[in-house]
């Protein structure tokens, strides 16, 4: 049983190192999120957002953010998640540093913070994530999105299950690693 299993691994660690080495391979671009760390408060209000018009970003670039774990967080989250700052339905959740998020759909992605009321104070972005082009390599730089409208201020409630990060497997490399080879 314990031979099966250290197979297991190795066959795992594998296919990440792979993974791994194919995504390295790829044309994409860092992107360390806002020049800087993830932090609150950020140098100016809208300095995220600012940030992100200011690049174009294709699939395969790889946004990297960097926190200090233990008071911050991102979260790949759903426009309607983005615009009330709440975190109900997070698509991806990166709670260790620096965390990487791979860009691989076409469309607009969204990321905030969801610790406390950091989202609310500037701790979010959005990105237009744009198709790769062979022909030319990447593509001609598009016109900035105009900005999202604005809702009305409204007071965080009291207590939400979402105010502080819930422990969460990053990757599905640990996932594996936790669940076949301890």
């Known amino acids: 049983m314990a031979l099966q299993r250290h197979g297991l691994c190795m066959k795992i660690l594998s296919a990440a190192a792979a993974i791994i080495a194919a995504l390295e391979a790829t044309s994409g671009l860092r992107y360390t999120v806002g020049d800087s760390v993830w932090s609150i408060p950020p140098p100016q209000p809208d300095s995220y957002t600012n940030w992100s018009f200011s690049h174009s970003f294709y699939i395969g670039d790889v946004l990297?953010?960097?926190f200090d774990y233990e008071f911050f967080n991102a979260m790949q989250v759903s426009r309607l998640d983005y615009e009330s700052c709440a975190a109900l339905s997070p698509i991806r959740i990166f709670t260790r540093s620096p965390a990487l998020a791979i860009l691989f759909h076409e469309g607009v992605n969204h990321y905030i913070c969801n610790i406390s009321n950091y989202c609310d104070l500037g701790l979010k972005f959005s990105v237009l994530v744009h198709k790769f082009s062979y022909s030319t390599g990447r593509s001609p730089a598009p016109s900035p999105l105009p900005p999202l409208p604005s809702l009305p201020?409204?007071?965080?409630?009291?207590?939400?299950?979402y105010s502080a990060p819930e422990p969460y497997i990053s990757s599905w490399v640990d996932w594996c690693l936790s669940t076949f080879c301890s």
């Open 64 to 66: 990297v953010f960097d």
């Open 153 to 161: 201020p409204s007071s965080p409630p009291a207590s939400s299950p």
